[in-house]
């Protein structure tokens, strides 16, 4: 069964280091998700992302936050200086349509920041 | 802004019972309902998707029902296993133009032999 992958699936930074989380979606999938979970809150949305362009993004997704899909299948998140509060579960999905059709996430990227 | 709701926080009970999480949603123009699980540490694993238009979805012990009217989707576990044992986490698409799906703080279930 086709599914989304995450890599890595735990990273260790440095406080101010950049770091790229990434991810492969289904491959006949055109729409791409990044949101991010903090150990015991909710699972809050970041950006959405479709025909090589953001189409929605969340006010956390700020400046220090980037998203690319940089050969057809890779869909990249990057984190330009990260800050201890970046520390969380990292979660790419993707879906074959924007309506009616399920959200496949990856198993997720784990971020420290120390 | 959309806020979803889902009760208990926390549910224990023993092997065999059946279940009912409960996920409420306070702005009723939506465009569907997801069902997760997630393990300790892990990803979200799609459980149902219930479209709008539609009132419930079964897979295996699984039952969702959709309210739209009501603002409020329930899961109902038939005849629970311990592997059920797990965070469940309804999503809501909508309202408006947005298509980006929100999530409630789940019900964590621990089903015990």
């Known amino acids: 069964e086709p599914e989304v992958t995450q890599t890595p699936s735990h990273q260790v930074t440095q406080m101010g280091q950049e770091v790229i989380l990434r991810c492969v979606p289904i491959?006949?999938?055109?729409?791409f998700y990044w949101y991010r979970q903090i150990l015991g809150q909710k699972v809050e949305f970041l950006v959405s992302?479709?025909?090589?362009?953001?189409?929605?993004k969340s006010e956390i997704f700020d400046d220090q936050f980037s998203v690319e899909r940089p050969d057809g299948s890779n869909f990249t998140l990057k984190i330009r200086s990260t800050k201890l509060e970046d520390s969380a579960m990292y979660f790419c999905?993707?879906?074959?349509?924007?309506?009616?059709?399920?959200?496949?996430f990856g198993q997720g990227t784990r971020l420290t920041v120390v | 802004k959309q806020e979803v709701t889902q009760i208990p926080a926390a549910l224990s009970v023993p092997e065999g019972e059946n279940l009912v999480l409960n996920c409420s949603f306070t702005?009723?123009?939506?465009?569907?309902l997801q069902w997760f699980r997630q393990d300790p540490g892990k990803g979200l694993t799609s459980l149902l998707l219930?479209?709008?238009?539609?009132r419930e979805q079964t897979s295996g012990r699984l039952n969702a029902s959709l309210d739209k009217s009501s603002g409020r989707s329930t899961l109902y576990i038939a005849a629970s296993q311990p592997g059920d044992s797990a965070t469940y986490l309804c999503?809501?698409?909508?309202?408006?133009?947005?298509?980006?799906?929100?999530f409630g703080r789940g019900t964590s279930l621990i089903v015990h032999p």
């Open positions: 999905a993707s879906r074959y349509r924007e309506t009616n059709t399920e959200a496949f």
């Open positions: 702005d009723s123009a939506i465009y569907n």
């Open positions: 992302f479709y025909n090589n362009e953001i189409s929605e």
């Open positions: 219930i479209q709008s238009s539609q």
């Open positions: 491959s006949n999938h055109l729409y």
């Open positions: 999503a809501v698409k909508g309202p408006g133009g947005s298509y980006i799906p929100t």
